[in-house]
């Protein structure tokens, strides 16, 4: 699978009614072979945004996206297919169905209902939270929700995982369970491009980079 971002801009409107060129010629490459990739910048880059052109989320922008070599198309329909088989999205604030249990929102995950109950104690297990499966989403803490939106991600089997903070909400201990649990995902060859402010979770990926000025940059 590749992802290729070109020539993107974007421009936003702040509160005060000024416009910002938020992206300004952005470029970003995902090659076939499985990796992972930390996007790191300053609060109010970028990242979020960035994370969901690629997860199909937003389609206003300008410049090309190829997924897998082909012009992605815009239209409802093409990025939801893009969503449904291909990415695994972790967002910031989980979007999680509070009032359902921590087992059928990971079931929601499962893009075919055959099988998804075992599935998704499976993924409940890799992160963890194997002894919450019948507790309502609404009762759980931040970081208990938060394994929950990673194993609901997981359960895709997606060709790639995108995570925004995905430890925002941890403890060290739980981080570094996380960060076991993207080792797996990798060795599964899925790849996983994850927007942190943790340098922890940066060093464990293949290459950084750093979102600044509309554009990423190497570290
Ligand atoms: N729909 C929108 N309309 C207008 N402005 C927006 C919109 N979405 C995001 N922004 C603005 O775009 C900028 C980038 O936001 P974004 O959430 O992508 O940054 P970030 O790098 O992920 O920040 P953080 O590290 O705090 O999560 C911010 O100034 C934000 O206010």
Redesign the pocket.
């Known amino acids: 699978m590749t992802i290729e971002l070109t020539s993107i801009h974007k421009s ?3 509160a005060n009614g000024e416009k910002r060129e ?1 992206f300004d010629d952005l470029e970003f490459r995902l090659g076939d072979a499985p990796t992972s990739v930390a996007i790191m ?1 300053r ?8 994370l969901r052109i690629i997860a199909g989320l937003d389609p206003h922008y300008s410049g090309s996206y190829f997924f897998d070599g082909e012009v992605l198309g815009r239209d409802a329909v093409n990025l939801a297919r893009l969503r449904w088989r291909s990415i695994g999205f972790i967002t ?1 604030h989980f979007d999680l169905l509070q009032d359902r249990t921590v087992l059928r929102n990971v079931m929601f995950g499962c893009p075919d209902r055959r099988g998804s109950k075992a599935r998704s104690r499976e993924c409940l297990e890799r992160v963890g939270i194997s002894a919450l499966a019948s507790k309502r989403v609404n009762r759980l803490s931040g970081g208990e929700s938060q394994r929950v939106a990673i194993a609901r991600a997981l359960a895709k089997q997606p060709r790639v995982l995108l995570a925004d ?1 995905p430890t925002g909400a941890l403890d060290a201990e739980s981080e570094e369970l996380i960060l076991d649990v993207f080792d797996t995902v990798k060795r599964m060859g899925t790849s996983l491009i994850v ?1 942190t ?1 943790s340098e922890r979770v940066a060093a464990s990926c293949e290459r950084i980079v750093h ?1 600044a000025d509309g554009r990423l940059h190497s570290a």
């Open positions: 936003i409107t702040e938020l910048g609060s109010g880059s970028g990242k979020t945004s960035l910031q903070e927007a402010h979102l």
